[in-house]
């Protein structure tokens, strides 16, 4: 590892610090396809982000393109998708309207059986609209209409048209919760299941919506730092229409093996560039991430989800023609996946990643997080434990969070709720507990969904968390692994 981050700390000095050597072209033009190489998997890490995840609907589960696949029962670490929500029903919808022309898709009223919050995003997860009872439209329900690039023909009344600018795109659509009981499972599902994805040519007669639930299926869309990265890249580049902003990527995207209308097949030598440069930039995105986004609470390491400089930028569709935040872009789907247009609105996120003392989470150990009464959301909140390495659910632990919508969770006297992540749960403390891998390090994100003005204004603030010093003697809890 070191030797690797040497090598890329090399590849970004000026040829000046390196003229004791002897540079030939050959040795020019490698530095310049690793540098590629790496420029390539920062722009292209939003789409290759998507790719991962389309690729393991079609290959793992009957799911097809224009339907959904959902996940029937609460998140478990076999959904490997990056940061998930444990604490909410997932339906995720791909879209493609190269053949099928404008896709209608409809999401139906909140009421007294389930609302939802839906978030729109193009391939490169450019947010298009955010939907349900936070959303644009209030809960009311509404159809979208997702139209295909360069569309021209007039829009039928009643449909809200999303112009994503690529033939794919996908909704991810999180279906509330009153609690983990199976009534209440079963009735979210329920109601998710009003929603409708057909193509606008069979408006008149539309056919059933198709749902796969992939519960059981060991989905991994976790970024893969390896030549197949590229794989992935090409696939979009081939399928998806070139932006006028990103242009300038052709002829460097040409240099190092991909070119639309052509088979990727590298030279050794590409490949070699390829495998070092991908490797390099996973090393530059994890330092990056690694130095922390700009603190949502001052003296604390609770941070905002992602740079607010991005958050703004794709709020607005990176429309500002004198701003385009394609490192913090590429940052940010190293650990999340999907926009949100209205971030705070229907949902808001902290991240954490250490310590009060500054410390990285160490899985062997136990931590306390503190939650003050009165938590000012309208839905609920809820902290949630991830490897730290691949930013996924923590693998083989038998829950990943603790919400205030979990009916056994024990709230102290005065209303606050004290939240245990670690190896080993203080005694009497298991119902409030997340277990951790003791041989990997973890990171936390607190949600809340439905954020009132005052957490904002930050009159209510979450503190760090504090490590549990007695916590590596037994305290007969067991691990919690299955």
Do not use: C
Not at 168 to 182: A, E, F, K, M, Q
Not at 364 to 386: C, E, I
């Amino acid at each position: 590892m070191k030797k690797l981050l040497l090598s890329a700390l090399v590849l970004l000095l000026p040829l000046s610090a390196v003229q004791g050597q002897t540079l030939t072209a050959e040795d020019v033009k490698a530095r310049l396809l690793r540098s590629r190489a790496v420029e390539a998997v920062i722009w292209g890490m939003p789409a290759v982000n998507y790719d991962l995840m389309l690729q393991e609907m079609l290959s793992k589960t009957s799911g097809k393109v224009n339907q959904f696949i959902y996940w029937g029962r609460p998140l478990d670490w076999k959904n490997q998708t990056l940061t998930p929500n444990p604490d909410t029903l997932y339906f995720m919808s791909f879209f493609d309207t190269r053949e099928a022309g404008p896709i209608v898709v409809e999401i139906p009223p909140a009421d007294e059986n389930g609302s939802l919050n839906a978030n729109f995003v193009n391939v490169w997860q450019l947010p298009l609209e955010d939907a349900g009872r936070l959303g644009i439209d209030k809960g009311k329900g509404i159809k979208f209409l997702i139209l295909p690039p360069g569309y021209a023909e007039e829009i039928p009344d009643g449909y809200t048209p999303l112009k994503p600018d690529s033939f794919g795109s996908y909704v991810l659509l999180r279906s509330n919760l009153s609690s983990h009981d199976d009534a209440d499972v079963s009735k979210s599902a329920a109601y998710a299941k009003q929603a409708k994805v057909y193509p606008l040519s069979q408006a008149s007669n539309p056919p059933p919506t198709v749902f796969t639930d992939v519960k059981d299926v060991t989905f991994d869309s976790t970024i893969r730092y390896d030549e197949s990265f590229f794989e992935h890249l090409n696939r979009i580049v081939q399928s998806e229409p070139w932006l006028d902003r990103d242009r300038a990527l052709i002829d460097q995207l040409r240099s190092i093996g991909i070119e639309k209308g052509k088979a990727f097949a590298p030279d050794d030598a590409t490949k070699e560039a390829l495998a070092t440069g991908v490797r390099e930039a996973q090393l530059l995105l994890a330092a990056k991430y690694d130095a922390g986004m700009p603190p949502f609470y001052e003296g604390t390491h609770w941070t905002y989800p992602g740079h607010p400089e991005f958050i703004k930028a794709i709020g607005e569709g990176l429309s500002d023609p004198n701003d385009y935040p394609v490192d913090q872009r590429g940052l940010t789907y190293t650990y999340a996946y999907i926009g949100i247009k209205r971030v705070g609105a229907g949902q808001f996120y902290l991240i954490n990643i250490k310590d009060k003392n500054g410390d990285s989470y160490d899985g062997a150990k136990t931590f306390r997080l503190h939650v003050p009464p009165n938590v000012p959301v309208d839905q609920y909140w809820s902290v949630t434990a991830y490897d730290r390495e691949t930013h996924a659910l923590i693998k083989n632990v038998d829950r990943a969070s603790r919400a205030s919508n979990a009916a056994e969770l024990r709230k102290n006297e005065d209303g606050s709720v004290d939240i245990y992540i670690g190896a080993m749960a203080p005694p009497g403390q298991q119902t409030n507990w997340i277990p951790t891998d003791p041989a990997r390090k973890f990171e936390l994100m607190f949600r809340v969904y439905g954020p009132k003005p005052e957490f904002f204004q930050k009159t209510w603030r979450l503190p760090d968390l504090q490590s549990v010093e007695s916590a590596t003697e037994g305290s007969g809890s067991g691990d919690g692994r299955k």
